[in-house]
C-alpha cells in the first residue's frame, strides 16, 4: 500500500513564499515514480500544477519562474517550492505519484494512481 501525506500549506501575503512537502511511504519509492502536484478550487476541475518525470519537469505557465518542484530520494519526499504567491495561486494542493511515463508525461489527474489528501493553500491580496 502507497501513502501520500501532504503539508506546509497555510495562509500567506501575496508576494510571499511557501514550500509543500509529501511524504510518500509503503513500497513505492520516489526515485522510481513520476511524482506530481496538482491543485483545485471549488467547483473547478484538478489541474496539473507541475510533474516531475524521470529527469524532466514540467510546470504550468501560471507557475513557470516562480515555482519548482523536486524530490530527496533518500526521504522518500517531494517538494514543491512556491515563490512570488498570489490570490490565484489559492487552492487545495495534491501531491500524486504514478509509475514512470514511458515517453511524455500525461498531464490528466486521472493518469496518477496514488494521491494524498490536499493541503489547503491561501494567499491574501
Known amino acids: 500500500q502507497v501513502q501520500l501525506e501532504e503539508s506546509g500549506g497555510a495562509l500567506v501575503q501575496a508576494g510571499g513564499s511557501l514550500r509543500l512537502s509529501c511524504a510518500v511511504s509503503?513500497?513505492?519509492?520516489?526515485?522510481?515514480?513520476?511524482v506530481a502536484w496538482f491543485r483545485q478550487t471549488p467547483g473547478k476541475e484538478r489541474e496539473y500544477v507541475t510533474i516531475?518525470?524521470?529527469?524532466?519537469?514540467y510546470y504550468t505557465d501560471s507557475v513557470k519562474g516562480r515555482f519548482t518542484i523536486s524530490r530527496d530520494v533518500v526521504k522518500n519526499m517531494v517538494y514543491l517550492q512556491m515563490n512570488s504567491l498570489t490570490p490565484e495561486d489559492t487552492a487545495v494542493y495534491y501531491c500524486?505519484?504514478?509509475?514512470?511515463?514511458?515517453?511524455?508525461?500525461?498531464?490528466?489527474?486521472?493518469?496518477?494512481?496514488?494521491w494524498g489528501q490536499g493541503t489547503q493553500v491561501t494567499v491574501s491580496s
Open positions: 500524486a505519484a504514478t509509475p514512470f511515463f514511458s515517453g511524455i508525461a500525461d498531464l490528466r489527474a486521472t493518469s496518477y494512481r496514488y
Open positions: 509503503g513500497r513505492t519509492r520516489v526515485a522510481n515514480y513520476a
Open positions: 516531475h518525470n524521470r529527469n524532466e519537469r
